[in-house]
Structure formats: C-alpha cells, structure tokens
C-alpha cells in the first residue's frame, strides 16, 4: 500500500497549460502502474493516462497530443503535462499508484481540481 499526494492543480484559461505532480510514499519501494484519472461534475471517473515500471504507456483519446505523462521510478513520482486544456478537461484530477501487476487492487490520492475557464 502506498498514500499519493497530488499538486499542481488550479485555475486556467483556456489554451493554457498545468502540470500535476504526484508523489507516493509507504513501505512499497517499486510500484507496477502510476497514473491519473479524471472526475467532472456529474460524470463517472477516466483514466486520462497511465505509465507501468516498464514503460508501457495509456493516454485517453479525449487527451491524446495535448497531455503527457512521466514518471521517475526510483522516487515513484507521476506527473501530468497538461497543455492546451479545454473547458471541458475542467475535472478533478486524482493521482493513482496499482503496486502489483498480478493484484488488482489501487491506491488512490485525493484529488486535486482543474478549472479551465475564462
């Protein structure tokens, strides 16, 4: 089990950038999977982009050539280079960590809130 702490969110114009930033800590020392999901008003949880250890990468359509993820595996860092944002990327934006490729248990950060408005 791991406890992720996210920042970097706030609010933005439209056109604009952000980058998220993720940091997990606890007694797991590699962690299978980081990555970032997504909840607007009224709207079930996406994923919005996903990194394994092994470089095996996920970025939702919806996001496709405007975010990117990395990672720093030896500090289990994630973060979210978030450029061109949309109102509708208005979300809030929590930072997830799967610790075991063969469990399918996650651990979940507490969010952190994108506005994209002018």
């Known amino acids: 089990q791991v406890q992720l702490v996210e920042s970097g969110g706030g609010l933005v114009h439209p056109g604009g950038s952000l980058r998220l930033s993720c940091a997990a800590t606890g007694s797991v020392k590699t962690i299978y999977a980081m990555g970032w999901s997504r909840q607007a008003p009224g709207k079930h949880r996406e994923t919005v982009a996903s990194?394994?250890?092994?470089?095996?990468?996920f970025v939702a359509d919806s996001v496709k050539g405007r975010f990117t993820i990395s990672r720093d595996n030896v500090k289990n860092t994630v973060d979210l280079q978030m450029n061109g944002l949309k109102p509708e990327d208005t979300a809030v934006y929590f930072c997830y960590g799967k610790v075991s490729a063969e469990r399918p248990d996650m651990d979940w950060g507490q969010g952190t809130r994108v506005t994209v408005s002018t």
């Open positions: 990194l394994t250890i092994g470089g095996v990468e």
